[in-house]
């Protein structure tokens, strides 16, 4: 009966069951032992081997029910007469220097996806470290060398994982959606391993999306030639926030009037937010209107930031390309400083800012990806392991259940 349990039940074939012992309550030992007929060099494969000392071992098997369950081995050393190593023998149903069966391992990585590390040691009665090394074995295997050959569109950002400026450089397939490499750093230093990879995986790549870094436009420049390199909106549009906040934080600072100040405290997120997303229940049309009314150059760049967004949105490259020559134009004339250096920064990437109409690509799905990079890292409460994070981002996109640390 328990050769058969054993069999059918946990995977363990190839050993004579010797008996079955309760140690104490509920723990459950299968004690078996294997044939001398069946000891083989661990090295060469030989049969032709005698014994050379020995050591029992336990291993830990998936529960039954709440019952701990485990099986115990006499594990023998051997020699070999063919080459003359002396080793352990292999255990079929482990890996080597575990300390528990594959099958547990298999038992252990299915609940993973379902509950956190922590509730999955607690459930299986052992330590933390047992099961993240169970799970990081797994995603190494999985993810550590992503295939590169069959890029063709990819994204480049960096993220922020923590105090201290610490950032990592990520690299998305925007064909799958998958993480394909992160770097230490966000120079372009960080890119270095990866370009070396791109080369001996001989990919094609047609279409990067980055933002405007100067260090991102030379490493792409330099390694991928053929690339067309496209800016990516989100973060032109957050220049442009960034220039409008600016230039509001100028005006409240030169205005002496009590009534054009008032009129301008609190409007920063009123002017940042798109015109259909502007709540009337709170009046935000109408304390917007008044601040605009009562600042002229804060009105012009408000109404050209809203204009330019509609580059996104021509029906082809001739007249986007219209578009965004006649939106430089008009904000070269507009007298505003910060419009007259954010325009010369467009005319200067024109090229990439077209290029959208040649491979309509973002960073927006690398943008969506961050966000669950720092909501995996907050509830787990962090990575010590720094190999099990930069593992745990590979799959991500493979995650179809809650983000779980």
Same mark, same amino acid.
């Given at each position: 009966?328990?050769?058969?349990l054993?069999?059918?039940?946990? $995977?363990?074939?190839?050993?004579?069951?010797?008996?079955?012992?309760?140690?104490?309550?509920?723990?459950?030992?299968?004690?078996?032992r294997?044939d001398?007929?069946?000891l083989?060099?661990?090295?060469?494969?030989?049969?032709?081997?005698?014994?050379n000392?020995?050591?029992?071992?336990?291993?830990?098997?998936?529960?039954?029910?709440?019952?701990?369950?485990?099986?115990?081995?006499?594990?023998?050393?051997?020699?070999?007469?063919?080459?003359?190593?002396?080793?352990?023998?292999?255990?079929?149903?482990?890996?080597?220097?575990r300390?528990?069966?594959k099958?547990?391992?298999?038992?252990?990585?299915?609940?993973s996806?379902l509950m956190?590390?922590q509730?999955?040691?607690?459930?299986? %009665?052992?330590?933390?470290?047992?099961?993240?090394?169970?799970?990081?074995?797994?995603?190494?295997l999985?993810?550590?060398?992503p295939?590169?050959?069959?890029?063709?569109?990819?994204?480049?950002?960096? /993220?922020?994982? $923590?105090?201290?400026?610490?950032?990592?450089?990520?690299?998305?397939?925007l064909?799958?959606?998958?993480?394909?490499?992160?770097?230490?750093?966000?120079?372009?230093?960080a890119?270095?391993?990866?370009? @070396?990879?791109?080369k001996?995986?001989r990919?094609?790549?047609?279409?990067?999306?980055?933002?405007?870094?100067?260090?991102y436009?030379?490493?792409?420049?330099e390694?991928?030639? @053929?690339?067309? /390199?496209?800016?990516?909106?989100?973060?032109i549009?957050k220049?442009m926030?960034e220039?409008?906040?600016?230039?509001?934080r100028?005006?409240?600072?030169e205005l002496?009037?009590p009534?054009?100040?008032k009129?301008?405290?609190?409007?920063?997120?009123?002017?940042?937010?798109?015109p259909?997303?502007?709540?009337?229940?709170?009046?935000?049309?109408?304390r917007?209107?008044? %601040?605009?009314?009562?600042?002229?150059?804060?009105?012009?760049a408000?109404?050209?930031?809203?204009e330019l967004?509609?580059f996104?949105?021509?029906?082809?490259k001739?007249s986007?390309?219209?578009?965004?020559?006649?939106?430089?134009?008009?904000a070269?004339?507009?007298?505003?400083?910060?419009?007259?250096?954010? %325009?010369?920064?467009?005319?200067?990437?024109?090229?990439?800012l077209?290029?959208?109409?040649?491979?309509?690509?973002?960073?927006?799905?690398?943008?969506?990806?961050?966000?669950?990079?720092?909501?995996?890292?907050?509830?787990?409460y962090?990575?010590?392991?720094?190999?099990?994070f930069?593992?745990? /981002?590979?799959?991500?996109?493979?995650a179809?259940?809650?983000?779980?640390?």
């Amino acid at each position: 009966m328990s050769t058969s349990l054993l069999y059918h039940v946990f $995977g363990i074939r190839g050993y004579v069951h010797m008996a079955t012992k309760f140690p104490k309550r509920k723990t459950v030992l299968f004690v078996v032992r294997q044939d001398d007929g069946e000891l083989q060099c661990s090295a060469c494969g030989s049969y032709d081997v005698f014994r050379n000392g020995s050591a029992t071992r336990r291993w830990r098997m998936p529960s039954c029910g709440c019952v701990l369950t485990f099986i115990q081995m006499k594990l023998h050393r051997v020699k070999c007469r063919q080459c003359g190593l002396a080793r352990q023998v292999k255990v079929q149903f482990a890996h080597p220097r575990r300390q528990h069966t594959k099958q547990f391992e298999q038992y252990a990585l299915a609940l993973s996806k379902l509950m956190t590390i922590q509730d999955v040691a607690k459930h299986l %009665a052992v330590s933390w470290k047992t099961i993240k090394e169970i799970v990081k074995r797994d995603l190494a295997l999985r993810f550590k060398a992503p295939k590169l050959s069959d890029l063709k569109r990819i994204a480049i950002d960096e /993220i922020c994982i $923590g105090k201290g400026h610490r950032y990592l450089t990520i690299v998305m397939d925007l064909a799958t959606g998958a993480v394909v490499f992160v770097g230490d750093g966000k120079r372009s230093d960080a890119l270095l391993p990866f370009w @070396k990879r791109v080369k001996r995986a001989r990919a094609s790549i047609q279409a990067v999306a980055i933002d405007m870094s100067p260090a991102y436009i030379k490493a792409v420049s330099e390694n991928l030639p @053929k690339a067309r /390199i496209v800016f990516d909106r989100f973060h032109i549009m957050k220049l442009m926030n960034e220039k409008l906040s600016g230039l509001r934080r100028v005006l409240h600072n030169e205005l002496t009037g009590p009534l054009q100040k008032k009129a301008l405290k609190g409007t920063r997120w009123l002017l940042l937010k798109n015109p259909e997303n502007l709540d009337s229940a709170r009046n935000e049309h109408e304390r917007l209107a008044e %601040a605009l009314r009562l600042n002229k150059p804060l009105a012009t760049a408000y109404y050209l930031k809203d204009e330019l967004r509609l580059f996104w949105q021509q029906a082809d490259k001739a007249s986007a390309a219209a578009f965004l020559a006649d939106w430089i134009a008009r904000a070269e004339i507009s007298g505003v400083r910060m419009l007259i250096q954010f %325009a010369r920064t467009l005319r200067r990437h024109r090229w990439g800012l077209l290029s959208y109409y040649d491979y309509p690509i973002s960073t927006g799905p690398l943008e969506g990806t961050n966000n669950k990079i720092k909501t995996m890292q907050r509830q787990a409460y962090g990575y010590r392991d720094r190999e099990f994070f930069i593992l745990k /981002i590979y799959a991500l996109h493979q995650a179809k259940y809650a983000l779980v640390g």
